[in-house]
């Protein structure tokens, strides 16, 4: 990564019902590639006001950023450009009552220009003319209410939100043109839930429902029931289970975009998938673990494919996916067993999983393509006094393929290779001042992630921190 820079401000004040924070932030990168350059900034103003117990939270943000996009998209064309100002801002109360309510009112609306040639690329073709131009609403207002009684708790609220864009290439033709804009849809989204968890010494049983609604698919409300139970045998044991289902509504980029590599599908409907879960946890002043196995079943699950390499990338439901693994989580506070190690903690974690598809021999962009094996450990440890070093390791094993491109077209599909990678940060603190030293990719390793975009090599950076009080 060359030329990074990483710069933040960060400013609070406290009174006596209220504390208010304001930052800011800024970074950027020339890119460990050609064509992965970004600049970022971001600010955010947070309030929060204490009213005889009720509470309100405020909050207005801003993120812009733009950056060389690469392979991003697609590697057939290599200097993609984006640029993304995000504009955000929510209120949300809270009442201090026996029945306690939590209204909250949001807003966010993003301005996208996408660059398929970045200015000063050469031999630019005629087909091309300008960036694809998008904006992007989201409003709404949800209400939660949740109420303690002998029986246990019951959590209960609604959330009305309306999704809307004008672009120059999502949605549906407008009638005359609004500026840069030529297409516009919009949509609305209703949902209601209820949930009642029961409480009785170490045993808790949770059930609930969810009833949404979405003006853009059918006519009727979906129903999506959950269920979990968790029991602690004694202290240091507990075990549980759940089992939900949930959707998810294909977005307007899924629906509607088209251009030299991609195509969208106004047939894409919402995807719907119904997931158990079974575990156990052990804790005790040495070692905290847990064991969960999983079973998703997908349905109608949404991806873009293709049949042939030279093919375009569509968007389509997938007939069916069934998910199944297990995951192991421990961490041991070493101390407990070698004094000396003081403050010394070490996590290993592990992830098998399985999928079964029923997708013929489709090539595969997102959905397809898992890992199958995930191995991380990470080791925390003073070095002396005031200083602190952090080891992370990962090793993964990804299933699937990718398209490897020959002089910018698509030559043939490639497997993934397992790939270990070692991150070290240093650390020192002294008072107000924190100095780090950190090294991600330790052992420069080369490899591919998700896609045809190769990962950055090793990667060295520096900064220093200071707190003022």
Same mark, same amino acid.
């Given at each position: 990564m060359h030329e990074l820079f990483n710069g933040e401000i960060r400013g609070t004040l406290k009174t006596k019902s209220s504390n208010h924070s304001l930052s800011a932030g800024y970074n950027s990168s020339s890119g460990y590639m050609d064509? &992965?350059?970004?600049?970022?900034?971001?600010?955010?103003?947070? &309030?929060?006001?204490? *009213? +005889?117990?009720?509470?309100?939270?405020?909050?207005?943000?801003?993120? +812009?950023?733009?950056?060389?996009?690469?392979?991003?998209?697609?590697?057939?064309?290599?200097?993609?450009?984006?640029?993304? =100002?995000?504009?955000?801002?929510?209120?949300?109360?809270?009442?201090? &009552?026996? *029945?306690?309510?939590?209204?909250?009112?949001? $807003?966010?609306?993003?301005?996208?220009?996408?660059?398929?040639f970045k200015?000063?690329?050469?031999?630019?073709?005629? $087909?091309?003319?300008?960036?694809?131009?998008? =904006?992007?609403d989201v409003f709404g207002f949800n209400l939660n209410g949740q109420y303690k009684?002998?029986?246990?708790?019951?959590?209960?609220?609604?959330?009305?939100r309306n999704e809307g864009i004008y672009s120059s290439v999502l949605g549906k033709p407008l009638e005359k043109p609004d500026g840069k804009y030529t297409h516009s849809d919009n949509r609305s989204n209703i949902s209601y839930f209820l949930e009642h968890t029961f409480l009785y010494n170490r045993f808790t049983l949770g059930v609930g429902i969810l009833a949404n609604y979405n003006t853009a698919f059918g006519d009727d409300f979906g129903f999506f029931p959950n269920i979990h139970?968790?029991?602690?045998?004694?202290?240091?044991?507990?075990?549980?289970?759940? $089992?939900?289902?949930?959707? =998810?509504?294909?977005?307007?980029? +899924?629906?509607?975009?088209?251009?030299?590599?991609?195509?969208?599908? &106004?047939?894409?409907?919402?995807?719907k998938s119904e997931s158990f879960e079974i575990g156990g946890r052990y804790v005790n002043h040495f070692i905290n673990t847990s064991l969960t196995g999983f079973y998703m079943k997908g349905k109608k699950l949404i991806d873009w494919v293709k049949e042939n390499p030279e093919d375009l990338w569509e968007s389509r439901n997938l007939t069916n996916l069934d998910k199944m693994g297990f995951e192991i989580n421990t961490s041991f506070l070493l101390k407990e067993i070698v004094p000396v190690l003081s403050s010394t903690r070490l996590n290993i974690g592990y992830t098998f999983l399985y999928q079964d598809k029923e997708a013929g021999e489709l090539i595969?962009?997102?959905?397809? +393509?898992?890992?199958?094996?995930?191995?991380?450990?990470?080791l925390n440890h003073p070095i002396c006094k005031n200083i602190t070093?952090?080891?992370?390791?990962? $090793?993964?094993?990804?299933?699937?393929?990718?398209? =490897?491109?020959?002089?910018?077209?698509?030559?043939?599909?490639?497997?993934?290779e397992p790939f270990g990678i070692l991150d070290v940060k240093i650390n020192w603190q002294l008072k107000q001042w924190n100095v780090y030293v950190s090294a991600n990719n330790l052992f420069d390793t080369s490899y591919f992630d998700l896609g045809n975009i190769p990962q950055p090599g090793l990667w060295i950076m520096g900064g220093i921190n200071y707190t003022l009080r």
């Amino acid at each position: 990564m060359h030329e990074l820079f990483n710069g933040e401000i960060r400013g609070t004040l406290k009174t006596k019902s209220s504390n208010h924070s304001l930052s800011a932030g800024y970074n950027s990168s020339s890119g460990y590639m050609d064509n &992965s350059d970004y600049k970022l900034f971001n600010a955010l103003w947070q &309030s929060n006001f204490n *009213l +005889d117990g009720s509470k309100i939270d405020v909050q207005l943000g801003l993120n +812009d950023k733009a950056y060389g996009a690469n392979t991003f998209y697609s590697a057939e064309y290599p200097n993609q450009y984006d640029e993304v =100002r995000s504009i955000f801002t929510a209120i949300k109360g809270e009442t201090n &009552s026996k *029945l306690k309510l939590i209204p909250q009112l949001y $807003w966010n609306r993003q301005y996208n220009h996408f660059h398929l040639f970045k200015e000063g690329t050469p031999n630019i073709p005629e $087909w091309y003319t300008a960036p694809n131009h998008h =904006r992007t609403d989201v409003f709404g207002f949800n209400l939660n209410g949740q109420y303690k009684w002998k029986y246990g708790v019951t959590n209960m609220g609604g959330d009305l939100r309306n999704e809307g864009i004008y672009s120059s290439v999502l949605g549906k033709p407008l009638e005359k043109p609004d500026g840069k804009y030529t297409h516009s849809d919009n949509r609305s989204n209703i949902s209601y839930f209820l949930e009642h968890t029961f409480l009785y010494n170490r045993f808790t049983l949770g059930v609930g429902i969810l009833a949404n609604y979405n003006t853009a698919f059918g006519d009727d409300f979906g129903f999506f029931p959950n269920i979990h139970a968790g029991y602690w045998i004694n202290d240091q044991y507990k075990i549980f289970a759940s $089992w939900n289902n949930a959707t =998810r509504m294909p977005t307007f980029t +899924d629906l509607y975009y088209k251009g030299k590599t991609h195509k969208g599908n &106004s047939d894409v409907q919402p995807e719907k998938s119904e997931s158990f879960e079974i575990g156990g946890r052990y804790v005790n002043h040495f070692i905290n673990t847990s064991l969960t196995g999983f079973y998703m079943k997908g349905k109608k699950l949404i991806d873009w494919v293709k049949e042939n390499p030279e093919d375009l990338w569509e968007s389509r439901n997938l007939t069916n996916l069934d998910k199944m693994g297990f995951e192991i989580n421990t961490s041991f506070l070493l101390k407990e067993i070698v004094p000396v190690l003081s403050s010394t903690r070490l996590n290993i974690g592990y992830t098998f999983l399985y999928q079964d598809k029923e997708a013929g021999e489709l090539i595969s962009n997102y959905v397809l +393509d898992y890992l199958k094996h995930k191995l991380t450990v990470g080791l925390n440890h003073p070095i002396c006094k005031n200083i602190t070093a952090d080891w992370q390791f990962r $090793w993964q094993d990804r299933q699937g393929t990718y398209t =490897r491109y020959e002089n910018n077209k698509p030559a043939y599909e490639a497997s993934y290779e397992p790939f270990g990678i070692l991150d070290v940060k240093i650390n020192w603190q002294l008072k107000q001042w924190n100095v780090y030293v950190s090294a991600n990719n330790l052992f420069d390793t080369s490899y591919f992630d998700l896609g045809n975009i190769p990962q950055p090599g090793l990667w060295i950076m520096g900064g220093i921190n200071y707190t003022l009080r």
